[in-house]
């Protein structure tokens, strides 16, 4: 034996670099390699999807939180489901995710505590007015899907 190396912790990015390095699923999470996509990273608070399609966020410090409500959630990730997880963020301390329904074309916003658990919803704004573009700015994303960010010029 020449040297040993290591002693990363299971859900770490470098134990999910040496699962793909060996296509070994070391931590027994049934995916080799991050289990994490990310759905949007504006802000202070990337917006995360594990294997699985749970939401989670990614603060400033690396380290993942599931995103929880009292009836379980997933993300949903095309423009054709019903409801569609936007972005996370942090706005003047307060935990947030944006949603957009597009089957009903309006956009939603969940207040979450510390921990990123469900404390109430705001919203049901219709596209194409200033409380959506002030969302939008906000979130640093495109709600209504006009091309624009914010209100229209």
Do not use: C, H
Not at 59 to 68: K, M
Not at 98 to 123: E, I, K, P
């Amino acid at each position: 034996m020449q040297s040993t190396s290591g002693f990363d912790g299971f859900n770490t990015p470098a134990a999910w670099a040496l699962e793909t390095s060996f296509q070994v699923d070391g931590n027994k999470d049934g995916i080799i390699g991050n289990p994490y996509s990310t759905l949007e990273a504006q802000g202070n608070t990337k917006l995360l999807r594990r294997g699985d399609g749970l939401a989670f966020v990614e603060t400033g410090a690396g380290t993942q939180q599931e995103i929880s409500a009292p009836w379980g959630i997933s993300t949903t990730g095309s423009d054709s489901s019903e409801w569609q997880m936007l972005a996370a963020e942090t706005i003047t301390g307060v935990n947030q995710v944006l949603w957009r329904n597009n089957t009903a074309s309006f956009l939603n916003v969940w207040n979450l505590d510390a921990n990123w658990n469900l404390q109430s919803t705001s919203g049901f704004d219709g596209f194409n007015r200033p409380a959506v573009w002030a969302l939008e700015t906000s979130f640093q994303v495109d709600g209504n899907k006009d091309g624009i960010i914010g209100a229209p010029v």
